[in-house]
């Protein structure tokens, strides 16, 4: 016949605690990989937010340049109606003027 060992409540205590660390440490990874997820979701939404604005910001340059190309190729032939008015001075009344149609008269 076979004796059974008597089991120590150490032992039964011990095993009980290695088991408890183990599914606590189970439940915190995952708890961090949620929370890791999460955090990613939410980067890769402000970067694709980011993008958006990005191109929409070139969108709105890029019209705004072909505007001041009309407008400066509009105004640059009035300007050289001009007796004495040259290129260069073209250029520094263009830079210095907001918008040359404020002018009711083409004589102001």
Not at 40 to 51: E, G, R, V
Not at 54 to 81: A, G, S, V, Y
């Amino acid at each position: 016949m076979t004796a059974f060992r008597p089991i120590r409540s150490e032992t039964i205590r011990s095993s009980y605690i290695r088991k408890k660390k183990t599914g606590k440490n189970i439940q915190n990874f995952t708890l961090h990989s949620f929370v890791i997820l999460v955090v990613t979701a939410i980067f890769q939404l402000k970067i694709q937010i980011l993008l958006e604005q990005i191109q929409q910001f070139e969108k709105q340059r890029m019209e705004i340049k072909k505007e001041r190309r009309e407008t400066r190729r509009k105004t640059k032939n009035d300007l050289l109606t001009i007796t004495g008015i040259r290129s260069v001075i073209i250029a520094v009344i263009m830079d210095t003027m907001s918008d040359m149609h404020c002018f009711k008269q083409p004589n102001q």
